[in-house]
């Protein structure tokens, strides 16, 4: 037989027991440090105690931080924006400068031109020629105001009759005075009560290459036309032609000289006579004349072959 089980008995504490206990549950819930749990079941178990607050890291060191970056970029920023700004103005101000430099070389240029012109224009003429196969055309210029006129020789060739349209339209008888073949030039005369305009012989040892000059002419019978060019090369030898003149130190232009412009005047900007256009070249390949190469016989020549026919003739 199984024994009968004996009654559970009720444990109980002694008022000192029981005074020890809390003084424990005391000390516990005082102390700083963990202790373990107790393993008898009869003991409460104690609370837990509360956790300590938890300190937030402060975000004042980070805000200064992140301020400090920010004001290096835009430091930055700005510094480089300020710095292209004064660069793009000294360029801007450099380009505009050249820009005023050139607008201003060429507004004095073309006043040079226009006064040029206007000096000069008056001082070359139309010479028309009568001979026996029919009639031709060509320029002259006057360079004495008593009425000599020098044109190119191969205009006044076998000529029968000669005539002079001045810039006003007056027309006038001339005569022939004298002619250069080896140089082909030759000096006209006209007698007139009216006031010429003389262009002043220039040194033509003294032009430059890529110079600015002005032909003035009757190219294809249109009067008083004026081209523009410069001067391409100086000292060139230059042959008209089988059996014709061969010019030396004929001055090279790209100035646009047509039929009409032989004898014509080939000025400076200052309106000084420095060579009488006389033939342009011819493209051989095709027989016809090329474009931007005309020659022109230098003032020198001009002034040592006048002068020399003048001095046969009387005043």
């Given at each position: 037989?199984?024994?009968?089980?004996?009654?559970?008995?009720?444990?109980?504490t002694?008022?000192?027991?029981?005074?020890t206990?809390?003084?424990?549950?005391?000390?516990?819930?005082?102390?700083?440090?963990?202790?373990?749990?107790s393993?008898?079941?009869?003991?409460?178990?104690?609370?837990?105690?509360p956790?300590?607050?938890?300190?937030?890291?402060?975000?004042?060191?980070?805000?200064?931080?992140?301020?400090?970056?920010l004001?290096?970029?835009?430091?930055?920023?700005?510094?480089?924006?300020?710095?292209?700004?004064?660069?793009?103005?000294?360029?801007?101000?450099?380009?505009?400068?050249?820009?005023?430099?050139?607008?201003?070389?060429?507004?004095?240029?073309?006043t040079?031109?226009?006064?040029a012109?206007?000096?000069?224009?008056?001082?070359?003429?139309?010479?028309?020629?009568?001979?026996?196969?029919?009639?031709?055309?060509?320029?002259?210029?006057?360079?004495?105001?008593?009425?000599?006129?020098?044109?190119?020789?191969?205009?006044?060739?076998?000529?029968?009759?000669?005539?002079?349209?001045?810039?006003?339209?007056?027309?006038l008888?001339?005569?022939?005075?004298?002619?250069?073949?080896?140089?082909?030039?030759?000096?006209?005369?006209?007698?007139?009560?009216?006031?010429?305009?003389?262009?002043?012989?220039?040194?033509?040892?003294?032009?430059?290459?890529?110079?600015d000059?002005?032909?003035?002419?009757?190219?294809?019978g249109?009067?008083?036309?004026?081209?523009?060019?410069?001067?391409?090369?100086?000292?060139?030898?230059?042959?008209?032609?089988?059996?014709?003149?061969?010019?030396?130190?004929?001055?090279?232009t790209?100035?646009?000289?047509?039929?009409?412009?032989?004898?014509?005047a080939?000025?400076?900007?200052?309106?000084?006579?420095?060579?009488?256009?006389?033939?342009?070249?011819?493209?051989?390949?095709f027989?016809?004349?090329?474009s931007?190469?005309?020659?022109?016989?230098?003032?020198?020549t001009?002034?040592?072959?006048?002068?020399?026919?003048?001095?046969?003739?009387?005043?």
């Open positions: 037989m199984l024994a009968p089980e004996t009654p559970y008995e009720a444990k109980t002694t008022p000192d027991q029981q005074y206990w809390n003084w424990q549950i005391n000390e516990l819930a005082a102390s700083p440090y963990p202790v373990p749990p393993t008898d079941p009869t003991l409460p178990i104690p609370p837990t105690p956790a300590p607050p938890v300190r937030r890291r402060s975000r004042g060191g980070f805000r200064a931080w992140a301020i400090g970056v004001a290096l970029v835009l430091f930055f920023i700005f510094g480089t924006g300020l710095f292209a700004g004064w660069q793009f103005s000294r360029t801007t101000t450099a380009a505009g400068s050249a820009t005023v430099s050139t607008t201003q070389a060429t507004a004095s240029a073309q040079a031109q226009e006064a012109i206007a000096k000069d224009k008056a001082g070359v003429v139309e010479v028309k020629v009568t001979t026996q196969s029919g009639s031709a055309i060509g320029s002259g210029v006057i360079i004495d105001a008593r009425g000599y006129i020098v044109t190119n020789n191969h205009v006044v060739s076998g000529a029968q009759s000669i005539e002079v349209v001045l810039s006003d339209g007056t027309r008888p001339a005569q022939l005075v004298g002619t250069s073949a080896a140089n082909d030039l030759a000096v006209l005369k006209i007698n007139t009560t009216k006031q010429l305009t003389a262009i002043k012989l220039g040194n033509s040892s003294q032009v430059q290459v890529g110079e000059v002005l032909a003035i002419g009757n190219p294809l249109i009067t008083q036309t004026v081209t523009q060019g410069i001067i391409s090369a100086t000292g060139r030898t230059v042959s008209e032609g089988q059996g014709e003149a061969t010019l030396t130190n004929a001055i090279q790209d100035a646009a000289l047509n039929p009409g412009n032989s004898g014509g080939l000025i400076d900007l200052q309106g000084n006579l420095i060579g009488i256009p006389t033939l342009g070249a011819i493209d051989p390949e027989n016809t004349p090329a931007g190469v005309s020659f022109a016989i230098p003032s020198n001009v002034a040592s072959v006048v002068s020399q026919m003048l001095a046969n003739t009387p005043a």
